[in-house]
C-alpha cells in the first residue's frame, strides 16, 4: 500500500517538474506542442526532391526521410551533415552544392 502512495507522489512531482521546465523554456514548448506548418524544399541527390509541407520542429533527417532518402551511392557524400538541424519556414535545403 505505501508503495503506491509514493508512485503517486513521484507521478505528481514529475508532472510538476515538466510542467515547470517547459513554462521555463518556452522554446521546447512551442517545439512539442506547435500544430504550426512549415513549407520546405529540399533539391539535389534525394529520391524525391520538391517542397515538403511538414511540422515545425521537424529536422533534415526528417525532411530527407519524406523525400525518400539519398540516392543510391550518395549516402557518404553526406557524412558531415548535421542532419539533427531544425527546419524553418521558406528554407530552401541544396544537396547538390555539397
Known amino acids: 500500500m505505501k508503495w503506491k502512495i509514493v ?3 513521484c507521478l505528481v512531482a514529475g508532472a510538476f517538474g515538466i510542467a515547470f521546465y517547459l513554462k521555463e523554456h518556452p522554446n521546447v514548448r512551442e517545439l512539442i506542442y506547435s500544430p504550426d506548418r512549415i513549407h520546405v524544399k529540399i533539391q539535389g541527390f534525394v529520391k ?3 517542397v515538403y509541407k511538414l511540422v515545425a520542429g521537424q529536422t533534415l533527417k526528417d525532411l530527407v526521410e519524406v523525400a525518400g532518402g539519398f540516392l543510391p551511392g550518395t549516402e557518404t557524400r553526406f557524412q558531415e551533415l548535421d542532419l539533427d538541424q531544425l527546419l524553418y519556414d521558406g528554407q530552401v ?6
Open 48 to 50: 524525391n526532391p520538391g
Open 7 to 9: 508512485l503517486r507522489l
Open 93 to 98: 535545403i541544396d544537396l547538390e552544392k555539397r
